[in-house]
């Protein structure tokens, strides 16, 4: 019973969010992310170079980065390969035996290696609570909010925010770092999430919210956040940008541009699109953003 091929499907966005009954904000003292069974097993079913695939990578990178920044605990969440059938349990008869095809496919993948503060859960059930630490690992670091992200959303994902859910953790189902079997069962998982146990944001929504405050109330912006900002408009990986070369030519056009401009304009920065376009490198960026302070009474100079 080996997982069926999973034909490309547009990544949900933030038009097409179910409205939450809840209002819950995710907050970088209470929450840890989960990063659910991004495994080369289960990744192998998609076709990797069309949608939701890229997306999928390059916005859970950037959770997980934006995460790590702020000293907010990231889990992996990962299946064994090789189980028994006690181990297996019921789940032998809906899906097989699980991960197999050797060592390598049970590995998380490249693009999202683990690192060493990171901590890795081995994971028996659909839910990421079952059979796990994991309900033990937010208590003790004091947390009662999961951000989780991966695959599949209408399996583990949905049934690990509802068991959250059930442990009094809000969960939040970040819409555009998930990926599904199809975008019907994809956005069947966060329509059930926003009426019964989650909320459901976008990426940047779960990363403008986890944004620190300065102390005029304004959030802050770091180096590190303006390259993962600028990496995720690219789809490109950030280390791969260079701080010295024109993003122009690197493929950042008018429209992209023009929302780091709103993006960066919403955490306190007063900075123009033809500033950002006339000086587009990230060195330049950074002498005029970092720290992103108000330059009341101050013009650019030309």
């Given at each position: ?57 390059a ?19 990962a ?113 059930y999430a ?11 929504q ?49 429209i992209?541009?023009?929302?780091l ?8 920065a ?33």
């Open positions: 019973m080996a997982l069926p091929a999973i034909a490309p499907y547009p990544m949900p966005g933030a038009a097409d969010l179910p409205k939450n009954k809840v209002s819950w904000t995710p907050d970088p003292q209470r929450a840890v992310l989960l990063i659910h069974d991004m495994q080369r097993y289960f990744l192998n079913a998609f076709n990797a170079q069309q949608s939701p695939v890229p997306e999928l990578l916005n859970i990178r950037a959770l997980r980065q934006h995460c790590a920044s702020l000293g907010i605990p990231v889990v992996y969440s299946q064994p390969g090789g189980q028994t059938p006690e181990q297996r349990g019921l789940q032998l008869d809906l899906w097989g035996p699980g991960v197999s095809g050797g060592p390598d496919l049970k590995q998380i993948v490249d693009a999202l290696a683990p690192g060493p503060d990171d901590i890795f859960l081995t994971k028996w059930r659909y839910s990421a609570f079952v059979k796990t630490d994991l309900l033990d690992i937010l208590h003790k670091r004091g947390r009662d909010q999961l951000i989780i992200c991966g695959i599949y959303a209408h399996i583990g994902c949905l049934q690990t925010a509802s068991h959250a859910f059930m442990h009094d953790v809000q969960a939040f189902l970040v819409a555009d770092a998930l990926g599904d079997f199809s975008l019907e069962q994809h956005q069947l998982a966060l329509n926003a009426r019964l146990c989650a909320v459901t944001a976008t990426t940047q779960v990363i403008d919210a986890l944004r620190p405050q300065t102390a005029s109330g304004a959030q802050s912006l770091s180096r590190q956040q303006m390259r993962e900002d600028v990496a995720e408009v690219l789809l490109q990986p950030a280390s791969e940008i260079g701080e010295g070369e024109n993003l122009l030519e690197r493929g950042l056009d008018s992209r541009l023009m929302s401009v709103e993006r960066w304009r919403g955490t306190g007063e900075i123009t699109f033809v500033e950002l376009a006339e000086r587009p490198t990230l060195t330049d960026w950074y002498a005029l953003l970092v720290p992103a302070t108000p330059r009341a009474n101050s013009h650019h100079p030309s």
